[in-house]
């Protein structure tokens, strides 16, 4: 009775995408007291003009409209391709203003058209006539062709390493996922080849050359010429590098290599900030589970290795070991041991490693997903299954390294005397049958087991020996630093090379052709403090030669060591760091090859190169 007195207010029109028609809330009072609000309300027959440009608009422009029309579909598809050229090139004026699409469809539709029920009823008639009526045209989408945007310079995967990942682009400065993002399964996490991902795409590739070079000093940034024709110049170069090579060397390694040959250029790899360029020049790594779970997002590979890489390692192993492991292995009776082994799952072709594994009384045969990991437990394992090979051979050592005694109280700085026993048979059976290349079948195995079983005993006299006269220049050694403590910057700096040259497990992790030159490195420290008090600037005077070389390579190593790289030539480096330390400190000493500041410095340049 008393409607007339109630005041009604509708408000926010909107799609409603499950009902398929134009809702709005309303609330109503009756002099001045709410009486209920925001009930949802039809409000098509209310405002059928608004109700149809909200239709049009919001349904079948933005495509909150649930429909199996086939233009529907098609346009959809249409409008997703040119975004998608939008985002791989960058540009975001290639797809026409919404504008332009709701007037396509304003121009088509009756007036008074605003539900999803009506339009389709329309429609089938419509398109009785014209199928193709709704359809849009690419050329009606687009403000301009996106001119090489190909799936060629843009493709939608990556293959490397035999495995095959997704890639996406995004667009949107500042968002995570700006640039290019590949998703890569957590079982391939650490297969992943970083040095291949630095290349990003085609497409990509020249501009971020470009700004690499922009990145490096004036100095050597104006030889490179105009850096755009530069970097046209070095795709075009590099499109014919075999896919191989790509995962074999970084993108500043081949930037480097190309400087060199063909402008006669040296640029030292380091010289680049890749750490300036914007973050859709450097790939973006998405980490999913086996249901596509995303796990971790980042643009550090080591980072995410760092994090998940252990997990990683499990989930392979838990589909590897149950169709290629094998157990308790205390003899050579598996057949040839092959270098990498593919393992079928589902669809999928996983790559693993072999290895020989170490567990005390026997040995392991697993298989690995990352390379430097299973050479590194294989050489512990074989020598393992060398030792139980040899039993009574490796029993009788145990009892009879000469000198054992002695040199356990000498070794208390780096460890106990079962620690020292282990270093030294370990170096022992390494020289005895651990020679390159390792052996791969049985027969190979028993036949270094023959040639190794008569040198044993001799090889652990010769290592005994030198390990002794090790440890008894160290203890020489540290009676001296003790009085040292009035020169405190050359007293820091033998001791950072002691601790450098004499880790805990230095009798085994020191190759042997270096193992044997430790009693004179640490001859020539001796003489460096004998020297030092008759002339202290003398000492100063070399440090400030010698001490840039040294931090140069200190820094070299660290960054390897945290992309998990490993250099022979910087290895190769580190010791000759160390003759170098003889020639200048303790001239007496005869050092293996002739070296001095100016050979390293010119070497260091080489390296670069």
């Known amino acids: 009775m008393g409607a007339h007195l109630v005041r009604r ?36 027959p209310m405002d ?21 029309a086939p233009f529907f579909q098609h346009n959809r598809k249409l409008i997703d391709d040119i975004e998608t050229l939008e985002h791989k090139s960058r540009r975001p004026d290639v797809l026409v203003d919404e504008e332009l699409i709701y007037a396509f469809y304003d121009s088509l539709i009756p007036e008074g058209m605003h539900n999803g029920a009506a339009f389709e009823h329309w429609r089938r008639e ?13 050329e009606d989408l687009m403000r301009h062709e996106a001119a090489g945007i190909t799936t060629t310079l843009f493709p939608h995967q990556l293959e490397t390493g035999g495995r095959v990942y997704a ?51 004036q100095k050597l940034r104006h030889k490179l010429g105009p850096l755009p024709e530069f970097a046209e110049e070095f795709v075009a170069a590099a499109a014919a590098m075999e896919t191989q090579r790509r995962e074999e060397v970084s993108l500043v390694e081949a930037i480097t290599r190309y400087a060199r040959e063909e402008l006669n250029l040296v640029v030292p790899p380091d010289a680049f900030r890749p750490e300036l360029l914007s973050a859709h020049l450097s790939m973006n790594f998405l980490v999913a589970d086996e249901h596509g779970r995303q ?70 045969l697993e298989v690995l997903d990352a390379p430097q990991k299973a050479r ?63 052996p791969a079948t049985p027969a190979e195995f028993l036949k270094r087991c023959e040639e190794g079983k008569t040198r044993l005993s ?54 042997w052709e270096r193992l044997q030159h430790f009693p004179r490195y640490l001859k020539a420290v001796a003489l460096r403090l004998d020297k030092l008090r008759a002339d202290p600037a003398r000492d100063a005077r070399w440090s400030a030669e010698f001490n840039p070389l040294w931090q140069t390579w200190l820094r070299e190593d660290l ?26 400190y303790a001239q007496e000493l005869r050092t293996p090859v002739p070296v001095s500041v100016k050979r390293l410095q010119k070497m260091w340049q080489a390296m670069q190169r």
């Open 458 to 511: 001799l090889l652990a006299q010769e290592i005994c020996r030198l390990a002794g006269g090790i440890l008894i220049e160290y203890q020489g050694l540290q009676k001296k630093l003790q009085g040292m403590k009035n020169f405190p910057q050359a007293q820091r700096e033998i001791e950072e090379q002691i601790a450098r040259l004499l880790p805990k497990n230095f009798i085994a992790a020191s190759a």
């Open 167 to 217: 890639l996406e682009y995004l667009h949107d400065p500042g968002n995570a996922r700006d640039g290019l993002t590949l998703t890569v399964p957590l079982i391939a996490l650490n297969q992943l080849s970083a040095k291949r991902c630095d290349w990003l795409v085609p497409g990509l590739l020249k501009e971020k050359v470009a700004l690499l070079a922009k990145t490096l000093p």
């Open 559 to 584: 960054k390897q060591k945290k992309q998990g790289v490993s250099d022979p030539q910087l290895e190769q480096y580190r010791w000759l760091l160390e003759e170098l330390r003889v020639s200048l």
């Open 126 to 138: 419509a398109e009785a006539a014209n199928p193709k009526l709704l359809y849009l045209k690419r």
């Open 9 to 44: 207010h509708q408000y926010e029109p909107h799609w409603e995408k499950k009902l398929a028609h134009v809702a709005a809330f309303e609330r109503a009072t009756l002099y001045g007291i709410l009486l209920y609000g925001n009930r949802r309300i039809h409000y098509g």
């Open 376 to 438: 590194e437990l294989h050489r512990d394992g074989l020598r393992r299954l060398f030792m139980l090979q040899l039993k009574e051979q490796t029993k009788y050592l145990e009892k009879n390294l000469p000198g054992l005694r002695d040199m356990a109280m000498q070794f208390l700085p780096f460890g106990d005397a079962v620690s020292l026993k282990d270093q030294l048979l370990r170096v022992t059976f390494d020289r005895a049958c651990m020679a390159e290349p390792l």
């Open 295 to 364: 796990l971790a997002m980042g643009r550090s590979l080591p980072q995410l290795r760092a994090e998940l890489g252990e997990q990683a390692g499990e989930q392979f192993s838990a589909i590897a070991q149950p169709k290629a492991a094998l157990s308790g292995i205390t003899t050579w009776n598996f057949g040839e041991l092959q270098e990498i082994m593919e393992i079928r799952q589902g669809s999928q072709t996983l790559i693993g490693y072999p290895a020989l594994v170490d567990r005390g009384e026997s040995v392991d």
């Open 48 to 68: 059928p003009k608004e109700s149809r440009r909200i239709f049009i608009r919001q349904a079948l422009v933005e495509g909150e409209f649930e429909t199996r």
